[in-house]
């Protein structure tokens, strides 16, 4: 997984990474080691990236956030530190292999008070693997460029995003 800790650190030279701010995160196993998506998913790759992630939410204060695979709807396994009853609705699922993932398995196993919600919107993310992350990313989102295209064979997007520029031809933009 050195293409994985090669991004996370070039992510966190440029910033990316904030204290007390949610990071949704996607993935394919099946992806990462050169399968079709859903097809074959790793506990074992999915725990070699959640002990990464881990390493740079204990050195930077980001709280990671984990996309389920359309099976469970794309939910998204959270730490109950994290839950906001006013924006999330929690759901009754327990991310599995087959049926969530392996990494939101992984998470969900090895989080100390995980709950999976339906919806989040978090100003940040990374997609490992094409999982359509964007649904939990804030309008705007914005496009970020690394060095790094792909971890494994999965391709990698990721994403940040900024408030809406709103108003019309009076409006004014700092």
Do not use: W
Request: hydrophobic share 40%.
């Amino acid at each position: 997984m050195e293409d994985l800790k090669l991004l996370l650190n070039e992510l966190k030279a440029q910033s990316f990474f904030k204290d007390d701010e949610l990071c949704v995160i996607g993935c394919s196993t099946s992806e990462v080691i050169g399968e079709r998506i859903g097809s074959i998913g790793s506990m074992e790759i999915a725990e070699e990236i959640f002990k990464a992630l881990k390493e740079i939410e204990n050195e930077t204060g980001v709280s990671f956030v984990f996309q389920g695979c359309e099976h469970i709807n794309r939910a998204v396994t959270i730490e109950k530190s994290n839950f906001n009853p006013y924006t999330m609705e929690e759901v009754t699922v327990v991310p599995d292999i087959h049926a969530g993932g392996s990494l939101a398995t992984y998470a969900y196993q090895h989080m100390v008070d995980p709950m999976v919600v339906e919806h989040i919107s978090v100003p940040k993310g990374i997609d490992i693997g094409q999982t359509l992350i964007g649904m939990h990313i804030k309008h705007v989102a914005i496009p970020e460029r690394t060095s790094i295209k792909q971890i494994g064979e999965a391709i990698v997007t990721i994403a940040s995003s900024r408030p809406k520029k709103i108003g019309g031809e009076r409006a004014k933009y700092n």
